[in-house]
Nanobody, 126 residues
Framework: QVQLMESGRGSVQPGESLTLSCTASGGWSDSSYYMAWFRQAPGKRREGVAAYINDGEQEVADSLSGRFRISKDISQNILYLHMSELIPEDTATYYC???????????????????WGKGTQVTVSA
């Protein structure tokens, strides 16, 4: 099982930017697996933010695509989430997920992923 560790937690003001990173270790012998970001606010369901496939295919949630961007350092197995123009509604615990394969039509569905990090808190407030 791959181990995932998120970093980059922080408290920011509305309009600011923040980048989260997720480092993958152990697990599969190569780096050709799927990774994604999800988030969960208190009292809400875990929602998909963005996903990355090593062939370069990416998907970002429609509601976030103008402000959020995903990238990956394939050589280091580090997944990034670049967030800009943050708003209070972005406050949540952000989770990294990974799996050997995920149906590409369901990349942003939490129940499709089997490996999870412990999450990192992002708070956006004035």
């Amino acid at each position: 099982q791959v181990q995932l560790m998120e970093s980059g937690r922080g408290s920011v003001q509305p309009g600011e930017s923040l980048t989260l990173s997720c480092t993958a270790s152990g697990g599969w012998s190569d780096s050709s697996y799927y990774m994604a970001w999800f988030r969960q606010a208190p009292g809400k369901r875990r929602e998909g933010v963005a996903a990355y496939i090593n062939d370069g295919e990416q998907e970002v949630a429609d509601s976030l695509s103008g402000r959020f961007r995903i990238s990956k350092d394939i050589s280091q197995n580090i997944l990034y989430l670049h967030m800009s123009e943050l708003i209070p509604e972005d406050t949540a615990t952000y989770y990294c997920a990974a799996d050997r394969w995920v149906n590409r039509a369901r990349l942003l569905r939490a129940n499709q992923w089997n490996s999870w990090g412990k999450g990192t808190q992002v708070t956006v407030s004035a």
